[in-house]
T-cell receptor
């Protein structure tokens, strides 16, 4: 069974620090990877997609993909209390557009 | 760009009645839309995938006769929960994939259904 695993947390970081969120996936042929942020009671919001090995930066966010090790991570620089949310990792199933979601990591940024 | 709306945002209905939820892509054409359900403190569970003009593909364990999905146009998909029961109370979220561009899904704001 294809799986996407995340540490449920909570991950607590002080304001201004770097938050590091990790995700591993079991399907070696997965090609597309996504990070979403979900505030309590709200729907997920796309932060970033990454398709190739290496780093991809967008503002305070950096996604890192290592297909050989089957992990994808998200770094949040200069973390703010407003970044406190659950972060969901999603991986597409090979040959379809369907996502396989991880269970999410709850991030708490302490003021 | 890539805005998805849902209506209603919340609904309360009585057991045994049916409820329709609309999902619209406002500024793009959505060839594929997805319907998810999320229970408290759990991750999203995919219910079905719908393509415009085709029958929806349901995930294992999802009753297609209970959760009717219609993807009538490139901007509108509907989910009808038929003969609702209290255990159907949940947060229903749709997402849409933008045309043939990438694999990103853009989520609607969700519909909170409470069945009494």
């Amino acid at each position: 069974q294809k799986e996407v695993e995340q540490n449920s947390g909570p991950l607590s970081v002080p304001e201004g620090a770097i938050a590091s969120l990790n995700c591993t996936y079991s399907d070696r042929v997965s090609q597309s990877f996504f990070w979403y942020r979900q505030y309590s009671g709200k729907s997920p919001e796309l932060i970033m997609s990454i398709y190739s090995n290496g780093d991809k930066e967008d503002g305070r966010f950096t996604a890192q993909l290592n297909k050989a090790s089957q992990y994808v991570s998200l770094l949040i620089r200069d973390s703010q209390p407003s970044d406190s949310a659950t972060y969901l990792c999603a991986v597409t199933e090979m040959g379809t557009y369907k996502y396989i979601f991880g269970t999410g990591t709850r991030l708490k940024v302490l003021a | 760009g890539a805005v998805v709306s849902q209506h209603p945002s919340w609904v309360i209905c009585k057991s045994g009645t049916s409820v329709k939820i609309e999902c619209r892509s406002l500024d793009f054409q959505a060839t594929t839309m997805f319907w998810y359900r999320q229970f408290p403190k759990q991750s999203l569970m995919l219910m079905a995938t719908s393509n415009e003009g085709s029958k929806a593909t349901y995930e294992q364990g999802v009753e297609k006769d209970k959760f009717l999905i219609n993807h009538a146009s490139l901007t509108l998909s509907t989910l009808t929960v038929t003969s609702a029961h209290p255990e159907d109370s949940s947060f229903y979220i749709c997402s849409a994939r933008r045309g043939s561009v990438g694999y990103e899904q853009y989520f609607g704001p969700g519909t909170r259904l409470t069945v009494t």
